[in-house]
């Protein structure tokens, strides 16, 4: 074999190990869905509570952007590995009250949907502490995550359960950033 020709190859194994750094960013936020008030039929639940950890997000004061030294105007590409809902209380509390979710990434006039899930009581999720994955739009979010500021709504019908339930939110981001 002669060493010229191993040259090439180097070269190309030398330019994809160069490629654009990437990396998993999270986000949680808690919320509570109110009960139902006591000896009345239960009420239609028309509206989810705001998840105020997921209002105003600036991802340069991110953790995961910290750790990797990266900031916001740096990302090259941003979308959602997951979104999970868990029920943290009452830990025998399912789903059953909710029927469908939808997720919104929002900056400025710009608005798009990120997640969703239909039928959720039919899934039958049973307690203790059950999450409920939504199922991902395939959106590129580097518009939202370098803008000044954006949120993460979220839209839900259902019931009002029996019970106040405590639930977290966990979002994972796989992010593509810039060299």
Known sequence: MRP???LPVC??????????PTFVAEVKGETTVPAAPPGEPVPPLDAFPAIASFTGLDFNLNQDFQNQGITKD??????LRSFQLKVLAPADQDFAF???????????????????RQNIAALRLSAPNPVLSLELTDVDLQPFLSAPS???????????????????ATVTLDVQARL
Do not use: F, I
């Open 4 to 6: 010229l020709s191993v």
């Open 11 to 20: 070269a190309v194994l030398a330019l994809v190990a160069c490629g654009s």
């Open 74 to 79: 740096q990302v090259a590409s941003a979308k």
């Open 98 to 116: 909710l029927d469908t979710l939808e997720c919104y990434a929002r900056t400025g006039d710009q608005v798009v949907l990120v997640a969703s």
């Open 150 to 168: 954006m949120s993460l709504s979220v839209r839900g019908k259902g019931r009002m359960p029996p019970r106040d339930v405590r639930l977290q």
